[in-house]
């Protein structure tokens, strides 16, 4: 078995230097609040940009990495939308 990590806090980052990510696309999985959001939002046609927080952990790679980017999987412990 091998031991994973668990980065509760910044002071529990074990591996020095903090790691760099860059990303500039998500996907938010919404549960509750999801029918007046896309009224907001406009639908799929993306009338309106709402600023958003998000905090959770990145647990495991999702898919293939394509040469550009590669996803991965974020347990969401809370979403904050800024009015």
């Known amino acids: 078995m091998v031991a994973v ?3 509760e806090s910044d002071s529990s980052l074990h ?3 903090a790691m760099k990510l860059q990303s500039t696309f998500a996907l938010l999985d ?13 639908g799929e046609t993306g ?7 998000i905090t959770g952990f990145i647990t495991q790679s ?4 394509d040469g ?7 347990e969401v412990s809370k979403v904050e939308v800024t009015p």
């Open 5 to 7: 990590p668990r980065f």
């Open 15 to 17: 591996w020095g230097n």
């Open 30 to 42: 919404v549960k509750r609040g999801r029918g007046a959001l896309l009224k907001v939002v406009g």
């Open 47 to 53: 009338l309106a940009r709402i600023p958003v927080t």
């Open 62 to 65: 999702w898919g293939n990495d």
């Open 68 to 74: 550009e980017s590669r996803e991965f999987t974020v």
